[in-house]
Nanobody
Framework: QVPLVESGGGLVQAGDSLRLSCAASTRTFANFAMGWFRQAPGKEREFVAAINWRGGITHYADFVKGRFTISRDNAKKTVYLQMNSLRPGDTAVYYC???????????????WGQGTQVTVSS
């Protein structure tokens, strides 16, 4: 098991920024690729961003390119999602996940956090 705990969500206005954090309680954090996904009410979960174990490879969904940045600090066992220029359409519960590869497919991840709510008002 890899316990993951997200934090940093909240209510912001359009154009604001937020930084989400996902802390892992495992010594083997550096072995995992990490991903961020989100799920809005009534919609399916969708991929947001992913990063490989070292942090040198990142992938983004087209709708966040140029606005969101994924990063990680293996010493702190934490992955981050910096979200800028937020839009009402970004409103969702954001989840982090750990797996062997930085995939855009949620099924490729083995462990998930409980999620953190992000609400963007217009």
């Amino acid at each position: 098991q890899v316990p993951l705990v997200e934090s940093g969500g909240g209510l912001v206005q359009a154009g604001d920024s937020l930084r989400l954090s996902c802390a892992a309680s495992t010594r083997t954090f550096a072995n995992f690729a990490m991903g961020w996904f989100r799920q809005a009410p009534g919609k399916e979960r969708e991929f947001v961003a992913a990063i490989n174990w070292r942090g040198g490879i990142t992938h983004y969904a087209d709708f966040v390119k140029g606005r969101f940045t994924i990063s990680r600090d293996n010493a702190k066992k934490t992955v981050y999602l910096q979200m800028n220029s937020l839009r009402p359409g970004d409103t969702a519960v954001y989840y982090c996940a750990a797996g062997p590869n930085p995939s855009s497919n949620g099924g490729a991840y083995d462990f998930w956090g409980q999620g953190t709510q992000v609400t963007v008002s217009s």
